[in-house]
């Protein structure tokens, strides 16, 4: 299966370099569903009114998610 989850705006620390912290289950809904899935991303770049001005590929495995036991 697959699950869509909505854009985050990732946070400036400097020198061109962005940081985001993801936790799996509050930020992306059904993670829990499966016993193991695969996190993908993409940067989607916009301007200051927020017209999309550049998109990267779907990077396929950023990390391996794994559920945890109960």
Request: charged fraction near 20%.
């Given at each position: 299966?697959?699950?869509?989850w909505?854009?985050?705006a990732m946070n400036?620390?400097g020198d061109?370099?962005?940081t985001?912290?993801?936790d799996?289950?509050?930020?992306?809904p059904?993670?829990?569903?499966w016993?193991?899935?695969?996190?993908q991303?993409q940067?989607?770049a916009e301007?200051?009114?927020?017209?999309?001005?550049a998109?990267?590929?779907?990077?396929p495995?950023v990390a391996?998610?794994?559920?945890?036991?109960r």
């Amino acid at each position: 299966g697959r699950t869509e989850w909505s854009a985050m705006a990732m946070n400036p620390t400097g020198d061109d370099m962005f940081t985001e912290t993801l936790d799996s289950e509050s930020d992306i809904p059904g993670f829990n569903m499966w016993i193991s899935s695969w996190l993908q991303v993409q940067f989607v770049a916009e301007d200051a009114q927020g017209v999309e001005i550049a998109r990267s590929p779907v990077f396929p495995m950023v990390a391996e998610l794994a559920r945890c036991p109960r």
